[in-house]
Each structure stands twice: as structure tokens, then as C-alpha cells.
Nanobody, 118 residues
Framework: QVQLVESGGDLVQPGGSLRLSCGVS????????MGWYRQAPGKQRELVAE???????NYSDSVKGRFSISRVNSNNTLFLQMDNLNPEDTGVYFC????????????WGQGTQVTVSS
């Protein structure tokens, strides 16, 4: 059993900040890659940020400079710090885990809603 649970989503005003968390539990022993995705109604799910086991990170152009992804290994928690939010950041944010480079599938959480509106 592997379970990912996101939290931290909220309704915020433009220019505000949020910090999302993703807790991982179950029989998992490696964390090759973890990432944050988001999906707005009627749109495809898109990659927001990712972090690899050795610390390398990547961001989508739309969030670069505003978002920061990090991981705390001691409690298997993934974070996404979101600053200077705008309405285009609205959507359901999902946590994803790829255990290793040879894994046949990855794990997803249920998502947490982020709404940016004045």
C-alpha cells in the first residue's frame, strides 16, 4: 500500500502565497522522482515542478521564479511553496511519485484545490 495525500490548498487573493504539502506513506523505499502537477477544469493535467533523488529540480515556464519544490526526506514529505499567485494558477494540484527509473507506474494523490481570486 502506497498512499499520497496532498494538503494546503485554499482560496487566496492574487499576489498571495500558499504552501502545499504531500505526505507519502506505505511500503515505499525509494523516491527517484517526485512532482507537482495541476489541472484546471477542461484542461490537461500539466507538470508544475519536479525534484529528483539527487536534488535536481525543474519548473514549468509559467511558475519559474515564483514556485519552489522541496522534499524533507526524514518524514517523506514533498512541498510546493507558491508565491505571487495569479488567477492562472487556479486548479487542482496533485502530488506524484515515481519510485525508481524502472518503475512500471507512478503514484498519485487525490489532489488539493487552489483557487486564486479577488
Amino acid at each position: 500500500q502506497v498512499q499520497l495525500v496532498e494538503s494546503g490548498g485554499d482560496l487566496v487573493q492574487p499576489g498571495g502565497s500558499l504552501r502545499l504539502s504531500c505526505g507519502v506513506s506505505g511500503n515505499i523505499f525509494s523516491f527517484y522522482r517526485m512532482g507537482w502537477y495541476r489541472q484546471a477544469p477542461g484542461k490537461q493535467r500539466e507538470l508544475v515542478a519536479e525534484i529528483y533523488s539527487r536534488g535536481d529540480t525543474n519548473y514549468s515556464d509559467s511558475v519559474k521564479g515564483r514556485f519552489s519544490i522541496s522534499r524533507v526526506n526524514s518524514n517523506n514529505t514533498l512541498f510546493l511553496q507558491m508565491d505571487n499567485l495569479n488567477p492562472e494558477d487556479t486548479g487542482v494540484y496533485f502530488c506524484n511519485l515515481l519510485p525508481n527509473v524502472r518503475a512500471t507506474f507512478s503514484y498519485w494523490g487525490q489532489g488539493t484545490q487552489v483557487t486564486v481570486s479577488s
